[in-house]
């Protein structure tokens, strides 16, 4: 008799990283998959996770593999995303 060994398909996953202020609402580092194509799923996907984000996400910068992207920039299976707050320098 065989046997055949069923397995979950793969999910693709995103890595998000986060900073300063944004480690408050989120871990440092985690993983999401889904359908996120674009950053602003990202953000739904986000306050989904935690709703009390909301009005830092909305003024947060993304990254994608170190490059600063837009709010409509596609997003891909494996990328790494940074979320960045605004700060200060001097």
């Known amino acids: 008799m ?6 979950p398909e793969k999910q693709e996953l ?4 986060v900073f300063a202020g944004v480690k408050d609402y989120f871990a440092r580092e985690f993983q999401v998959s889904g359908p996120i194509y ?3 799923a990202l953000k739904e996907h ?3 996770l935690n ?5 830092l996400l909305s003024i947060c910068r993304f ?3 170190d490059e600063f992207i ?3 920039s596609q997003l891909n ?4 995303i940074c979320i960045l707050p605004p700060g200060s320098g001097g």
């Open 2 to 7: 065989l046997v055949f060994e069923i397995t």
């Open 14 to 17: 995103m890595t998000i990283r």
């Open 38 to 40: 674009d950053t602003a």
């Open 46 to 48: 986000l306050l989904d």
């Open 51 to 55: 709703p009390a984000a909301s009005d």
């Open 63 to 65: 990254a994608v593999n």
């Open 70 to 72: 837009d709010n409509l």
């Open 77 to 80: 299976e494996h990328d790494t």
